[in-house]
């Protein structure tokens, strides 16, 4: 599964990428504003970090202004994906988008229907809000499940992102079900390396390792 950061934090990023495991960014409007920057020169940043694709959000509502805002994003990077709402103005562009070469993620995915509808218009991506649906007692997770089952008995080509990822077990099961990817905030993805076992176990290695007597290093 391909690990996605969901952030626009430029030393977030810097720093998962160090660890090697960062396969892409998705970021948002709310991400984008946390940061107190520019977008142009936030996003420039971004990409001249991450190899893998990032997706920048359009703001238009209309399709017209979706493919005008959409061309603008994929100026900025060869790795742009163009994050378009699930509307029916978004499924136009989408169509329009994906046909000029330009890849797009179809974000605020809440059923597996609008996912299907999505994948149906070509988009590369899609973003079921697992945290989100679960935020309404729903479960996030049984409509990734489900998409993925759609997809692939229609072979579909549309990747899954997972996307609101909460915590580690979002991440598990993601994982379990074979989504293509999970996009999760930084936090979560430091939770992935911890266990308390872990920390307990080094700490008796480090120990024990001072009473060996003759020590290479
Ligand atoms: C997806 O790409 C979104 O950026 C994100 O996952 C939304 O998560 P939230 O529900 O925590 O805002």
Redo the contacts with the bound molecule.
């Keep these: 599964m391909k690990i996605?950061l969901?952030t626009a934090n430029v030393d977030e990023i810097k720093e998962a990428l160090e660890w090697g495991l960062v396969d892409g960014v998705?970021?948002?409007p709310?991400?984008i504003s946390k940061t107190g920057r520019g977008f142009e020169e936030v996003v420039r940043e971004i990409l001249e970090l991450v190899e893998g694709p990032v997706?920048l959000?359009v703001v238009s509502t209309d399709a017209e202004g979706m493919i005008r805002e959409a061309r603008r994003l994929s100026e900025l990077g060869e790795n742009v994906v163009v994050?378009i709402p699930m509307t029916e103005e978004g499924i136009k562009a989408v169509k329009v988008l994906e046909g000029e070469g330009i890849a797009t993620?179809v974000?605020l995915i809440f059923s597996p229907t609008q996912a299907l509808l999505a994948a149906k218009a070509g988009a590369s991506y899609v973003?079921p809000?697992v945290?989100?649906i679960d935020?309404i007692s729903w479960d996030g997770l049984t409509i990734v499940r489900e998409i993925r089952e759609i997809f692939s008995n229609y072979e579909y080509q549309t990747q899954i992102?997972v996307?609101?990822?909460?915590h580690p077990k979002h991440v598990l099961e993601s994982a379990k079900m074979g989504a293509h990817i999970c996009?999760?905030?930084f936090k979560v993805l430091k939770q992935l390396f911890k266990h308390p076992l872990t920390d307990v176990g080094l700490k008796r290695f480090l120990e024990d390792w001072e009473k060996v007597p003759q020590k290479p290093f």
Excluded: Q, Y
């Excluded at 996307?163 to 909460?166: K, N, P, Y």
């Design positions: 996605f969901d998705t970021t948002n709310t991400l997706s959000e994050k993620n974000t973003s809000f945290g989100r935020d992102i996307a609101s990822v909460r996009t999760m905030p």
